[in-house]
């Protein structure tokens, strides 16, 4: 590490234990994240996942890193298949669809995109090489079903991310599935023997007829876009095994050296306690929650404000606290921009520091994101009271301005504001008459008022200094 590179600590999974970061090169950082299994619309649980990485590479970026992020796309495996099969389509076509769609939803929830999005079904070649690799190192061999398995048993290493015994593996038990659970570690399968099951979905290689595994797509793409070691590695818990584990064994079985150097996972996100998942029906897409009427950045706000290796409920009471927390962000960066004042205390700028070394130092303390936004949140509310008290000068609220900005550039919620601008005069009159009314105390009308104008796509805030209003965001 250079002198000039920040101090950042990141739990790692693989020591138990939260350590200073160094990246291989200095300054440079390169991420692999597990993407979506293309097969239906990723639900918000996933999208914790992808926001929980967004936050990571956003902070490293804002620390000065140069980051390469590959994020792979799982086009082909058991529920894809199925999937393709149910439509009676083409596997191309059905998971184009979902892809389409989720490079819509990371849009609308302001996820910055990866450098490289590789898709499973590009890479056969470059997993059949790796599996080449692996049977002539002894590692993998042919089961009488014609499909390729790893050998678990001759990997040492097995295990040491997941910390399964390896003792409690069935010795010669085969797994063809993508998915099993810890109490099943046993050989898996690299590349699966076509099965009448599979229909169409098949590669002639020299592996013979069939597909990959889910786990070695992530591998061979890994190394093709990030080296054969690479700096951070991650995906949720439930990623860890049998999908990390399996990633190690088949990378380091192949060459020899050490695949990732921090593995990072995100606790899941739960439904009354429970993971929210597809396979217990107890999930939301992002998709529903607009058809709600909610703000997709008010999701992201209640996705990421948790750190990450906690869990946490999803209600709709927390949607609308986080819906609360970033209009009150909004609302104070748009207030900054009317400030006309020259008084000044200079106690705007000890502030501003004491907020960079909170924020900062929280963040660097493995994303803890909680202690960031009280920091920023104790910020808001000093300097909101000092702007009630006129002490703000114009030059100040700039200077704050700026800071928020730069701050956004990792929350990725406050975005471009409109500052009030002359409001139409049908609109202007009607926010008069409100006024009006509320001098006399006629309540009702004022709110029938408040209400119209609502409709108009106009959002009102009674201040110290008067009303104020902006336009709704969409
Ligand atoms: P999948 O599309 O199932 O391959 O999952 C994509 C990502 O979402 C992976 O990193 C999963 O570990 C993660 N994930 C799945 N369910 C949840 C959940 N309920 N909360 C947080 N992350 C999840
Ligand atoms: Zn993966």
């Known amino acids: 590490m250079t002198s000039n590179q920040p101090s950042i600590c990141f739990f790692n999974t693989l020591t138990r234990k939260k350590e200073v970061f160094i990246p291989l090169v200095p300054s440079k950082v390169k991420i692999y994240t597990c993407g979506p299994t293309v097969y239906d619309y990723a639900h918000i649980g996933n999208f914790r996942a992808f926001l929980f990485e967004d936050l990571l590479k956003r902070w490293l970026v804002y620390q000065g890193f140069k980051v390469t992020h590959v994020m792979n796309l799982t086009d082909i495996d058991d529920k894809t298949i199925k999937g393709s099969q149910k439509q009676g389509i083409a596997l191309a076509q059905f998971t184009d669809f979902y892809i389409k769609a989720f490079f819509e939803d990371i849009k609308v929830l302001n996820i910055q995109p990866a450098d490289v999005y590789p898709k499973a079904t590009d890479h056969i070649p470059e997993m059949v090489q790796l599996i080449k690799t692996l049977i002539a190192k002894c590692i993998a061999y042919k089961g009488e079903d014609g499909s390729i398995y790893f050998s678990v048993c001759k990997f040492p290493d097995y295990g040491k991310l997941s910390h399964i015994k390896v003792s409690e593996l069935k010795a010669g038990a085969r797994v063809c599935q993508d998915e099993y659970c810890k109490e099943e570690a046993q050989d898996f399968a690299l590349w699966k023997a076509w099965t009448l099951e599979d229909g169409d979905v ?54 020899g ?125 000093e300097i909101n009271s000092m702007l009630d008290a006129n002490i703000v000068s114009k030059d100040e609220a700039a200077e704050v301005g700026g800071l928020m900005m730069r701050l956004d550039e990792v929350l990725g919620v406050i975005g471009k504001l409109e500052v009030e601008e002359a409001l139409p005069s049908d609109i202007d009159a009607l926010v008069q008459k409100r006024e009006e009314a509320r001098k006399a105390k006629n309540w009702k009308e004022a709110d029938t008022i408040r209400a119209q104008l609502k409709a108009m796509g106009i959002v009102l805030e009674d201040t110290a200094q008067g009303v104020r209003w902006h336009k709704e965001k969409a």
């Open 257 to 381: 050296k050490k695949f990732v150097n921090y593995w990072m996972h995100n606790e899941h996100l739960q439904v009354e306690g429970k993971k929210m998942s597809k396979r217990f029906g107890n999930f939301y897409t992002l998709r529903d929650l607009l058809a709600k009427g909610y703000d997709p950045i008010a999701i992201r706000y209640l996705l990421m404000s948790t750190h990450y290796r906690q869990q946490f409920n999803f209600t709709f009471e927390g949607l609308e606290a986080a819906k609360a927390a970033v209009e009150r962000l909004r609302n104070f960066v748009r207030r900054l921009h009317e400030v006309e004042g020259t008084t000044s205390t200079g106690k705007v700028a000890t502030l501003m520091a004491k907020l960079e070394a909170g924020f900062g130092g929280s963040m660097d303390d493995d994303l803890n994101i909680g202690i960031a936004l009280s920091s920023l949140f104790d910020f808001v509310r």
């Open 202 to 255: 098949f590669w002639e290689t020299e592996l013979g007829k069939g597909r990959p595994g889910w786990h070695i797509e992530c591998s061979a793409m890994s190394s093709k876009y990030l080296g054969e070691t690479f700096d951070i590695h991650c995906g949720g818990v439930d990623n860890m095994f049998p999908h990390h584990e399996n990633e190690i064994a088949q990378s380091e079985g192949a060459t």
